[in-house]
């Protein structure tokens, strides 16, 4: 019991922290993360969608910040193209759901 808590409270602390990065920050984590490698935030689609496309595709959807936070966790493809993403479990929770807010952001 102590210890759920103790997890459900690093969770939101994380997510609180994550929140409020900058952009800037938010694209330094996505060069970290190798995410660069294959995505542009503006242009043609290179390996992967830019993320201005993505972040079009999903505008209003209440589920998209979820449905892209699994898709970045757990890899997938067919959406845009037949080259997959590759899973991205080690990257903590907390920053892929800052990297999502940032790219569904994007204008």
């Known amino acids: 019991m102590k210890l759920e808590l103790l997890s459900a ?12 990065l900058p952009v800037s920050a938010s694209e330094a984590l ?13 242009g043609a689609k ?26 970045v966790k757990k890899g997938g493809a067919g959406v845009w193209g037949q080259i997959p993403m590759p899973p991205n479990a080690n990257v903590p929770e907390g920053e892929v759901r800052a990297l999502v807010k940032w790219i569904l952001s994007i204008k």
Do not use: F, I, N, R
Request: glycine share 4%; net charge positive; proline share 2%.
């Open 9 to 20: 409270t690093a969770l939101a602390l994380a997510a609180a922290l994550t929140a409020s």
């Open 30 to 42: 996505a060069k970290q993360h190798a995410c660069a490698a294959c995505h542009v935030v503006k």
């Open 46 to 71: 290179t390996v992967g969608p830019a993320y201005a496309d993505v972040a079009k595709k999903y505008a209003g959807q209440k589920e998209a910040e979820a449905k892209l936070v699994e898709k």
